[in-house]
């Protein structure tokens, strides 16, 4: 590589890491791709916290939340507020959920692979719209998405596609085949239930092949006609309650055919094995190449960058690892030019990683988030988080990102020298106007400030 | 208001026959010139796919109710029924301050509006409904942003999008301001004036600083004007935020009221904002969508509380607005297995404000009969989502038939805009 080894510790701590903690530009400075790829390893990304529930057990206390509620209703007493309890439910599990990926953030030293990991989780984005999925991201990111980070993008799709989080989020859970069993039981009952393609639609346009590949709506309703029966087992079904549970009675009976290929009938399997090809799919190879060059690089990505990534995608048949590595040693990832713009959480975590603290209160950190446009858990839609600069960079964003710089410096300078912290933050990357700059600040913290509302800390 | 101050008289007469304005002199001119100067747009964009068939519930069509089951609205005097527009339609129940509008002739619904896109993806369509041309990511720019380049002299059009990032719709070359609730820049403090000369040989980050403290001192000055005191943010909102969560529509309310009367205060202001652009998500009602309550239901109260926000806040002036609301898309006509509704094609558009003329229905209706359901499956579109934006920007702001076809809407020779929509 071409690059001077400074500016590439810079730009592996900044752009591809989180932002540089103190010493770390050093420490990566005699071989900074090689600080990189160590950080690649099979088991995948941190666990957040090894005590957190499962989903299963958040799906129960969800569901006991719910039964209290009508049990208090059928006796005729005051039902308890459910405003109140899911306010409740929500501070007990989701916040702490939440402070941990930050404190995460905040302070690994393996700052590529969290990074890496976050891209996964908006990847396959599952967003606080109802109260349950709220207290389910944390448990689904643990559970389904961390530990697949460097393994197969199959067995991340198929984990992320039968997860209780994922099922509920996008109303996979209740999609029964309109000729099931299940179906017409319930039409003989009187309640009638069908068919939900949301999920089936946005893993197609959104996880894998997306809508470059040109399939229609009618290959969205037959994959979801495969895919009928991936649910969750119920409160009342023993070990398989709150857990992923293939209901064989609400599956679609038959063959199907999805973007051209014949799948006989086959249950689980059906759908798992549309999966399996649309994974391998060239298609699915490109948009994530474009999705992870554009992350980590620019918002027009480098064609021979995504070439690159889709080559070695499909060469190694969706190893995720490998194509990790790629990105490390591709010239295009160390362009001296930083043409991506921080996200408010990308801004924040990297905020505190410079002034070698973290996110204190949670409610500190989910406020001045909310007040930058991106608030926690909250993606918009399912394509999760926008990944371009023209998203974040917006004048009323930059106003509040200055306001809460002001504040948070004059907390966390300390006695500190500012000009000491931004070589720190930015070694060879900062430049000779912002250092000056810095210099002449009138106190400590105004020069904190200055440093974090630099163009170079702005941007990665 | 006289009679020469109608928009007849201006648009129609004067801009819309070059003839008689060569001759008309400076006067005139300038008469025109300061009466477009007062008209206002206002373009909401409702993001998930809002249906139609809730938010412009058609109960007088004979296959309504049979198609929607559980999730229907039930018919005009019902307990929780629509309210009444005419023998076909009327309002969703939660939509009280916009019925009284439609009753004063001020709201409008075009209930089968659909942009030309088919393929039910929300980005996709959204990118379409926003981008304004016909190919999917074919513009980086929004079509109201290349309205304001169309607009008048220099510095007339002013564009400002509520919410803490530019909706793609306003972005472009015209540098437009965005605004969200809670800002605390102190204009007198250092710190903006050495960012500024930082920022000095990085021009997209000295424009974004410069506008974004200059929309923070007008938003201080705007704020002092309204009254409604706002409830700090809770916990519960900022994490429980979302359509199926209750503290929304106890404590969400008057809050997104303040955002209507807020925006009024920027738009009535000396050099106020003349177009704004507002996003309202979670519409995209897959599961559980209620009818004439449920999460659907507390959305809508969401709109109607901005739009009645809006209405009162621009006071005088609402006289001169025109209010759009949009979706990407509507919804199935059928009600799935969920109790909730999948993506669809048409839907329902609101045109709204003291501005609009008086009347009906906009566009036709293609009624919910099996044999006219798109793909036997959704409300089949009567109107090109570009062909009411284009009426409206003709009758309302003056647009050219040159500046749509050339600039706005580049590859939309072909339809012709929605005209008489304004008064």
């Known amino acids: 590589m071409g690059y001077d080894k400074n500016l590439m510790a810079a730009i592996a701590t900044t752009r591809l890491g989180l932002g540089a903690k103190a010493d770390e530009i050093i420490a990566a400075k005699s071989d900074p791709q090689g600080w990189l790829s160590t950080q690649i390893r099979p088991q995948g990304a941190e666990i957040i916290d090894p005590q957190m529930a499962s989903s299963a057990d958040r799906l129960a206390q969800y569901r006991e939340f719910q039964t209290t509620r009508k049990q208090a209703r059928a006796a005729g007493e005051p039902a308890p507020d459910p405003v109140k309890m899911a306010i409740q ?299 371009e600069s023209a998203a974040w960079l917006d004048p009323d964003d930059l106003v509040k990102r200055m306001a809460w710089s002001e504040t948070f410096s004059a907390q966390a300078v300390a006695d500190r020298d500012p000009g000491q912290l931004a070589e720190a933050a930015l070694g060879a990357r900062l430049t000779p106007l912002a250092g000056k700059t810095i210099g002449r600040a009138e106190t400590r913290a105004e020069g904190l400030s200055i440093l974090l509302m630099s163009p170079e800390f702005q941007r990665r | 208001m006289t009679p020469f101050f109608t928009r007849r008289a201006l648009v129609g007469g004067a801009l819309g026959v070059g003839v008689t304005l060569e001759f008309a002199g400076s006067r005139a001119f300038a008469a025109v010139d300061r009466a477009l100067a007062r008209k206002k747009l206002v373009v909401i964009v409702c993001r998930g796919g809002l249906d139609g068939l809730s938010l412009s519930p058609p109960v007088g069509d004979p296959a309504y109710a049979a198609l929607r089951g559980p999730i229907a609205i039930p018919g005009f005097g019902q307990g929780g029924g629509a309210l009444k527009l005419d023998e076909t339609f009327g309002l969703h129940p939660a939509m009280v301050q916009t019925y009284a509008l439609a009753q004063k002739g001020q709201a409008r619904i075009v209930p089968a509006v659909a942009t030309p896109d088919r393929e039910r993806s929300h980005f996709e369509a959204q990118d379409m409904l926003e981008s304004g041309v016909t190919k999917v990511y074919g513009s980086a720019s929004g079509w109201l942003n290349r309205v304001l380049q169309t607009m008048g002299p220099a510095g007339k059009g002013v564009g400002l999008s509520v919410g803490p990032t530019a909706p793609l719709i306003l972005r472009g070359p015209v540098e437009t301001a965005s605004w969200s609730p809670g800002g605390a820049a102190e204009p007198d403090r250092r710190l903006p004036g050495i960012l500024q000369d930082l920022y000095a040989h990085d021009p997209q980050l000295s424009a974004a600083l410069a506008t974004g403290l200059s929309t923070e001192v007008m938003a201080k000055t705007a704020q002092a004007q309204v009254a409604t005191a706002a409830a700090s943010t809770t916990e519960g909102q900022v994490m429980a935020g979302g359509p199926t969560v209750a503290p929304a529509l106890r404590q969400g309310l008057p809050q997104t009221r303040k955002l209507g009367t807020t925006l009024a205060a920027f738009m009535t202001e000396d050099n106020g904002k003349q177009v704004a652009a507002v996003s309202i998500d979670n519409f995209d009602t897959h599961a559980n969508q209620g009818s004439s309550q449920g999460q659907l239901a507390t959305r809508l109260a969401y709109l109607d509380a901005f739009i009645g926000g809006l209405s009162d806040g621009l006071g005088p002036a609402w006289n001169d607005t025109i209010v759009v609301s949009v979706t990407e898309f509507g919804r199935t006509a059928r009600v799935n297995g969920t109790n909730g509704t999948d993506h669809g094609t048409a839907s329902t558009a609101l045109l709204m404000g003291g501005a609009i003329r008086r009347g009906g229905i906009v566009g036709d209706w293609p009624t919910l009969q099996q044999a006219r359901l798109f793909e036997n499956r959704d409300t089949a579109p009567t109107v090109d989502m570009r062909a009411l934006f284009k009426g409206v920007l003709t009758d309302h702001l003056g647009l050219s038939r040159a500046a749509l076809n050339g600039v706005v809407f580049p590859d939309s020779g072909g339809i012709e805009p929605l005209r008489g929509l304004a008064a």
């Open chain 1, 89 to 387: 439910l929500i501070r007990r599990d989701a916040g702490p959920d939440f402070a941990g990926r930050l404190n995460l953030a905040a302070n690994t030293d393996a700052s590529f692979r969290e990074r890496w990991a976050l891209f996964w989780a908006n990847h396959f984005t599952v967003s606080a719209t109802k109260v349950v999925t709220a207290t389910l991201i944390g448990p689904f990111e643990q559970e389904a998405i961390r530990p697949h980070v460097f393994g197969r993008f199959e067995d991340l799709l198929v984990a992320s596609s039968s997860h209780p989080a994922m099922l509920l989020y996008l109303d996979q859970a209740r999609s029964f085949g309109p000729d099931s069993k299940a179906a017409q039981f319930l039409e003989r009952s009187g309640k009638p239930a069908g068919l939900n393609e949301n999920l089936a639609r946005e893993i197609m346009e959104l996880h894998t092949v997306g809508v470059q590949a040109g399939y229609r709506q009618a290959d969205v309703t037959e994959f979801a006609r495969a895919m009928t029966g991936w649910s969750i087992g119920a409160l009342n079904e023993g070990d398989r309650s709150g857990k992923f549970y293939f209901r064989e009675n609400a599956h679609e009976p038959g063959a199907r055919v999805i973007l051209g290929k014949h799948y006989p009938e086959a249950g689980y399997d059906q759908a798992r094995w549309v999966m399996r090809d649309l994974a391998a799919s060239p298609f699915t190879a490109n948009h994530l190449a474009v999705k992870i060059a554009r992350h980590f690089v620019a918002d027009d990505p480098p064609p021979a960058l995504v070439a690159r990534l889709k080559t070695a995608y499909l060469g190694s048949h969706g190893d995720l690892a490998v194509v990790a590595q790629t990105l490390i040693r591709s010239p295009e990832t160390w362009t001296p030019q930083a043409s991506k713009f921080k996200s408010p959480y990308e801004f924040l975590v990297s905020s505190w990683r410079a002034a070698g603290t973290g996110p204190g209160e949670i409610q500190d950190a989910v406020r001045a988030m909310t007040a930058m446009g991106q608030k926690p858990l909250s993606a918009p839609s399912p394509k999760g988080w926008p990944d």
